[in-house]
């Protein structure tokens, strides 16, 4: 189960991103093939990898390991977007939230 989540979890992004693996390997500066090694569980990346990888999805480390956070950089806006809201307005899109979790 663990063994899969980080190559999992690396597509995910990915593809959210909307690049392809061989693009996404070439903008790391390693051989062209790499995102898909690691992707289809032939490697891991190296520590100093990983943090890159994080950095070019925009994401941190702490955000690639939420697997409950399907969407971490739409969640960043989210939040910091939030954060610029008054109380009374900050409550109503709570509200909003809450009612829309209830029907999933």
Not at 10 to 15: K, P
Not at 86 to 93: E, F, G, K
């Amino acid at each position: 189960m663990y063994e899969n989540f980080l190559p999992d979890r690396l597509a995910e992004l990915r593809i959210q991103k909307g690049i392809s693996a061989r693009d996404m390997s070439l903008s790391l500066g390693q051989a062209n093939n790499y995102i898909n090694t690691i992707e289809n569980k032939k490697s891991l990346p190296s520590m100093q990898s990983f943090f890159y990888i994080c950095e070019f999805l925009d994401i941190t480390p702490q955000e690639f390991f939420d697997g409950n956070n399907s969407n971490p950089k739409m969640l960043k806006e989210f939040i910091d977007e939030a954060k610029k809201l008054d109380y009374t307005s900050l409550s109503h899109i709570l509200g909003i939230m809450k009612e829309l979790n209830k029907h999933k």
